[in-house]
């Protein structure tokens, strides 16, 4: 049996542990923030995850684990913790390796400290194992191996996803928006509102269209690394020579629904976010399901009433650009099209920072919020909110 940790970001574990559970059918727990752990007893299973997830960074494959104090003195634990486990197996004589370190809490010792003693451990324990030096290469390495301080816990691990976080799906080659929306947080969006393809979908302020592509990617069952095959560290570098990733992508993929139809609309004010957000979307061959337009948020009060099913939008924040009240223009014309354009029942789900606005337009228009959740949009601290008519 093997344990297998996936990093998510902060607020949304139990959503990543509900998918997990989906994918490979065994129970996952949330094992602290940002990150979930799962058990499985075949290495297929962590290659599904890592190719079909869509609310997960990184998987890896745990080494080792231990407590810590905080003190110097975890120096020597965590040299213990790596030295004692079975990470030789995972390297040959011609391999280089880099460790990537990272470090949340308080401690006497910083990341660099704790990447250098990891590293240290594994060259140590190769010499005296098999007698010679493993090449260290931190720009292109053969074998990754993550390190893992947080608060009072230590994790070693195998990476099975490489430098790129999974977060990076491929499709949004076009770097012209300020605030492009995770692919993860969209996707913990849509899951919330319980998207299945079916509905009549709009994101009136969809900037590149992250949201739209998301929907239409889950509801065609393209799965979230479908972009990304070659890049993926289990297939650069398969931990086990048995397992062939390729062969698992190939059966998953059998899966794909390239043209079924799904009612999603998606528009913004600026019509180059909309041509970029039509160009990503036929990187990943969904651009034949998305109606993208240019529009303006309040035009949709022109619209018929009650056309759309589901709202799923990322207002502007209006934090780094943009006037707090223009920022409220507009999320009081969101409030007012959502009204006027959800059926009854319809969901309004956002993402901000602006939580007294939100509650109180909520209120305003009549719009009770059903569920609210604080999630990290990087190092923001903001709330994703669902709203029902
Ligand atoms: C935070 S961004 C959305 C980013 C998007 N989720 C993505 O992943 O690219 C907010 C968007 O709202 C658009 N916007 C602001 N005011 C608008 C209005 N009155 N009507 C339509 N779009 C508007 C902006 O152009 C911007 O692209």
Redesign the pocket.
């Known amino acids: 049996m093997f344990t297998v940790f996936a990093t998510t970001v902060a607020g949304i574990e139990n959503l990543a542990a509900k998918e997990a559970q989906e994918i490979i059918h065994k129970k996952a727990w949330i094992d602290g923030p940002g990150r979930i752990a799962i058990n499985i007893d075949k290495m297929e299973d962590a290659v599904k995850l890592l190719y079909l997830a869509r609310l997960v960074k990184r998987v890896t494959l745990k080494l080792s684990e231990a407590s810590l104090n905080g003190a110097q003195e975890d120096l020597k634990t965590i040299y213990e913790a790596v030295y004692s486990s079975n990470f030789t197996y995972f390297l040959t004589a011609n391999d280089s390796f880099a460790v990537r370190s990272k470090r949340v809490g308080t401690h006497e010792y910083t990341s660099i400290d704790v990447a250098r003693v990891v590293g240290q451990a594994v060259i140590e324990r190769i010499l005296k194992e098999k007698n010679y030096r493993q090449r260290v290469n931190l720009s292109e390495p053969d074998v990754i191996f993550r390190s893992y301080v947080l608060h009072d816990r230590f994790y070693f691990a195998l990476d099975l996803t490489g430098d790129i976080s999974l977060e990076r799906r491929g499709y ?1 080659t076009e770097a012209v ?7 993860i947080l ?1 996707a913990s969006m849509l899951k919330l509102v319980g998207w299945n393809g079916a509905k009549n979908l709009l ?9 739209c592509i998301e929907a239409a990617c889950m509801a065609r069952n393209i799965p979230a690394a479908y972009l990304r095959k070659k890049t993926l560290q289990v297939v650069r570098r398969p931990p086990f020579p048995e397992l062939n990733p390729e062969h698992v992508f190939s059966e998953l993929d059998i899966k794909i629904k390239h043209h079924e139809k799904q009612p999603i609309t998606g ?4 019509k180059k ?1 909309i041509e970029s ?1 039509m160009r990503h979307a036929k990187i990943i061959m969904v651009d034949d399901t998305i109606n993208f337009k240019a ?5 949709y009060m022109k619209d018929q009433q009650g056309s759309f099913d589901l709202i799923v ?5 209006g934090l780094r650009v ?1 006037h707090p009240k ?1 920022v409220t ?2 999320y009081c ?1 969101l409030f007012k099209v959502a009204r006027h354009l959800l059926t009854s029942n319809g969901k309004l789900c956002i993402i901000t920072p602006h939580t007294k606005l939100v509650k109180s337009l909520s209120e305003k228009e009549n719009l009770p919020i059903t569920h609210e959740r604080p999630v990290k949009y990087g190092n923001l601290n903001v709330k994703i909110f669902v709203c029902e008519k």
Not at 177 to 183: D, F, G, I, V, Y
Not at 295 to 299: F, G, I, N, P, V
Not at 313 to 317: A, K, T
């Open positions: 949004r928006h300020p605030a492009p929306l995770s692919p969209a994101d009136p302020l969809c900037g590149l269209g992250t949201i528009s913004d004010i600026k976010y957000a529009k303006k948020l309040e035009e939008s990322n207002p502007p924040f943009g223009n223009t507009v014309s």
